[in-house]
T-cell receptor
Framework: QKEVEQDPGPLSVPEGAIVSLNCTYS??????FMWYRQYSRKGPELLMY????GNKEDGRFTAQVDKSSKYISLFIRDSQPSDSATYLC?????????????????FGKGTHLIIQP | ETGVTQTPRHLVMGMTNKKSLKCEQH?????MYWYKQSAKKPLELMFV???????ENNSVPSRFSPECPNSSHLFLHLHTLQPEDSALYLC???????????FGDGTRLSIL
């Protein structure tokens, strides 16, 4: 079982729709959760960062974390064609708390999102 | 300049060549990272440096050799690469290792 599961898409929605992007994970030691946006030929750009269960809002973006279900989501309201990109979820656990293992971010494969004008 | 800058943006090399990738961060961060991004695969962490000391090497082949001369610069030296090493190589930095990472735009590497 992979540590982080993310549907690669593509996910195509009309402009103005609410977009829901999701990741599930298996390692309960993950403490911090991030969403990155990556445009073609560019590096990942940090969108949202959270470390607790619940919702965090920033403009049109809302990040949701449910640690009991090991599930995180990113919602985009009033989607725009400029939101078309690949969205990567990422999670961090400190090896001190997880009994060792890689120290760094674990990424999902990314979801390719297309907003149709 | 701000953020994380990577050079070159594109690199084509033969299997017997030696080349280096460069990364520079202008954020005052203490940790720097190299990642490999291949199509349809998650980002793979290659190396981590914290306060200029290497703290992670995820079983990366020895044909990849990192160097961190100071907290702002990171290099990835390449030697005798294989075709499967063709990928986007991303550099990132963070204030501390448990803080969000900021990425450069990567070097697109093609091995002939």
């Amino acid at each position: 079982q992979k540590e982080v599961e993310q549907d690669p898409g593509p996910l195509s929605v009309p402009e103005g729709a609410i977009v829901s992007l999701n990741c599930t994970y298996s390692n309960s030691a993950f403490q911090y959760f991030m969403w990155y946006r990556q445009y073609s030929r560019k590096g990942p750009e940090l969108l949202m960062y959270t470390y607790s269960s619940g919702n965090k809002e920033d403009g049109r973006f809302t990040a949701q974390v449910d640690k009991s279900s090991k599930y995180i989501s990113l919602f985009i309201r009033d989607s725009q064609p400029s939101d078309s990109a690949t969205y990567l979820c990422a999670m961090y656990c400190n090896p001190l708390y997880s009994g060792g293992g890689a120290d760094g971010l674990t990424f999902g494969k990314g979801t390719h999102l297309i907003i149709q004008p | 300049e701000t953020g994380v800058t990577q050079t070159p943006r594109h690199l084509v090399m033969g299997m017997t060549n030696k080349k280096s990738l460069k990364c520079e961060q202008h954020l005052g961060h203490n940790a720097m990272y190299w990642y490999k991004q291949s199509a349809k695969k998650p980002l793979e962490l290659m190396f981590v440096y914290s306060l200029e000391e290497r703290v992670e090497n995820n079983s990366v082949p020895s044909r990849f050799s990192p160097e961190c001369p100071n907290s702002s610069h990171l290099f990835l030296h390449l030697h005798t690469l294989q075709p499967e090493d063709s990928a986007l190589y991303l550099c990132a930095s963070s204030q501390m290792r448990d803080q969000p990472q900021h990425f450069g735009d990567g070097t697109r590497l093609s091995i002939l």
